[in-house]
């Protein structure tokens, strides 16, 4: 039996969601990081999730990304119950969560970075000699970097030589190569110049008419209401509200964000 699958409301979506999080519990010895959390993705659809620091954002997702393990509650992807151990189970799953680090290696290329741990190899002299298929790398790079419209000029660049907007696209392009089904982002627009932040938000909103639901973290607000249908507020632990962004605003976002107001608060 699958509790809670059929209890709440679906928020106009269409069809089952795709991340189905209840009442999820995390501790840090005393501390409760995140208190009894509810919370729905839908395919094709960009939920905020936003709070003051401390709030549990990245907690939530890092224990939806396999990174910690949740101390009371469920977690169903794709309608099956899921509790990764490790995040390469999280990734395998469909999983991919991009970090303000972005985790790409400086010295390698555009494609050596897409393919990186998962490099594809060619064999010479009946098999005897194995070499990178640098060929192939590049042309697959290609083909997803094209499908998400994209644009590096020159594949063979260093990431480092790339400017931070040019980096965040790479970083998606990865997840995607390796057909992510959900897509987590943690500030994404962080350090990045106004115009870097608008193709970034263009790159959001062409996953969603791809088809790729994306959980955006942010402390930038106008980001989030630029792409977000849903915006979930945490605060201290609590998910405190949850809006459609349509219905609501940054300075109501706000008085949530900080515990002026509280919706849905259930103490432990």
């Not at 945490?234 to 107001?261: C, N, P, W």
Request: overall charge negative; aromatic content about 6%; glycine content about 8%.
């Amino acid at each position: 039996m699958e509790p809670a699958m059929a209890e709440s409301e679906n928020n106009g979506q269409q069809g089952e969601p795709i991340l189905r999080i209840r009442q999820l519990v995390k501790r840090f010895g005393g501390l409760v990081a995140v208190n009894k959390v509810d919370m729905d993705v839908y395919p094709g659809e960009v939920v905020g999730l936003v709070g003051d620091n401390a709030a549990g954002k990245s907690t939530l997702i890092k224990c939806v990304s396999g990174v910690y393990q949740p101390d009371g509650g469920e977690i169903y992807f794709e309608g099956r119950r899921v509790r990764f151990t490790r995040p390469m189970e999280a990734r395998d799953a469909g999983i991919e969560t991009i970090y303000q680090d972005l985790a790409l290696a400086g010295n390698l290329s555009v494609s050596a970075n897409i393919f990186l741990g998962r490099e594809v190899k060619k064999r010479y002299l009946g098999g005897l000699i194995r070499t990178l298929d640098e060929d192939y790398m590049h042309a697959e790079s290609q083909k997803v970097m094209d499908k998400f419209n994209i644009r590096i000029p020159d594949f063979s660049q260093e990431i480092e030589t790339l400017s931070g907007g040019q980096r965040q696209a790479v970083a998606i392009a990865r997840a995607l190569y390796w057909r992510a089904k959900l897509m987590i982002m943690d500030e994404p627009t962080n350090n990045l110049g106004v115009v870097e932040q608008r193709q970034v938000l263009e790159l959001i909103q062409e996953l969603r008419q791809q088809g790729v639901p994306v959980i955006l973290i942010s402390h930038t607000l106008p980001d989030v209401f630029a792409v977000a249908d849903r915006i979930v507020v945490l605060h201290r632990g609590f998910k405190v509200t949850e809006k459609k962004a349509s219905e609501t605003d940054s300075q109501e976002i706000v008085q949530y964000m900080v515990g002026a107001l509280d919706d849905n608060r259930v103490l432990a």
